[in-house]
């Protein structure tokens, strides 16, 4: 069966270090993949999308890479702050459909 | 202006109950999704719509119907409610439909949470 796992549904970091969460998947060949912010109350929000042809991805302080030999994706927010604490929504594209992980929570301690 | 904008935000119901869901997008797209969230935070996609033709139904029960008057529109009428339709539903739209090479990012609306007593 597909599965779409990201690690822990909980991260707690220090204000300043880098959080690096997890996205593995099962019995799913993405076109591309793409990685959503949520916050308390509202609908997710786009930050990030790789293609399975790009290997690595950035914008700002958010990194993205996309190995599809281990079917994996890392999502890295370096520096980070109060103000990205959030739950975190890995998606991946094909089949006409974004199918997400259940998100990892991060939450930056000042 | 709001990109995705859904009515009502909150939905208070009793089981047996018929009640709507309305989504409007005012970004151009040709494309509209109907979400649902559950209590373990799953985004699950119910239905897709691409220039008013149902493209996705996935495997939902046919007390939910989706109605696309037209492109910027797409409401979600549920019938007879039932206790485990409580959840939070997420209206979506994008430019061109998801999984195509190309495909666009989806833009979110604020969500419905729905209460089935």
């Known amino acids: 069966s597909q599965k779409i796992e990201q690690n822990s549904e909980a991260l707690n970091i220090q204000e300043g270090k880098t959080a690096t969460l997890t996205c593995n998947y099962t019995?799913?060949?993405?076109?591309?993949l793409q990685w959503y912010r949520q916050d308390p109350g509202r609908g997710p929000v786009f930050l990030l999308l790789?293609?399975?042809?790009?290997k690595e991805k950035r914008k700002e302080r958010l990194k993205v890479t996309f190995d599809t030999t281990l079917k994996q994706s890392l999502f890295h927010i370096t520096a980070s702050q109060p103000a990205d604490s959030a739950t975190y929504l890995c998606?991946?594209?094909?089949?006409?459909?974004?199918?997400f992980g259940a998100g990892t929570t991060v939450t930056v301690r000042a | 202006d709001t990109a995705v904008s859904q009515t009502p935000k909150y939905l208070v119901t009793q089981m047996g109950n018929d009640k709507s869901i309305k989504c409007e997008q005012n970004?151009?797209?040709?494309?509209m999704y109907w979400y649902k969230q559950d209590s373990k935070k799953f985004l699950k996609i119910m239905f897709s719509?691409?220039?008013?033709?149902?493209?996705i139904n996935e495997t939902v029960p046919n007390r939910f119907s989706p109605k696309s008057p037209d492109k910027a529109h797409l409401n979600l009428h549920i019938n007879s409610l039932e206790l485990g339709d409580s959840a939070v539903y997420f209206c979506?739209?994008?430019?061109?439909?998801?999984?195509?090479?190309?495909?666009?990012?989806?833009?979110f609306g604020p969500g419905t949470r729905l209460t089935v007593l």
């Open positions: 979506a739209s994008s430019h061109f439909l998801a999984g195509e090479v190309g495909a666009d990012t989806q833009y």
């Open positions: 019995n799913y060949s993405p076109a591309y």
């Open positions: 790789i293609r399975e042809n790009e």
């Open positions: 998606a991946l594209g094909g089949d006409y459909k974004l199918s």
């Open positions: 970004l151009g797209h040709d494309t």
């Open positions: 719509y691409n220039n008013k033709e149902l493209i």
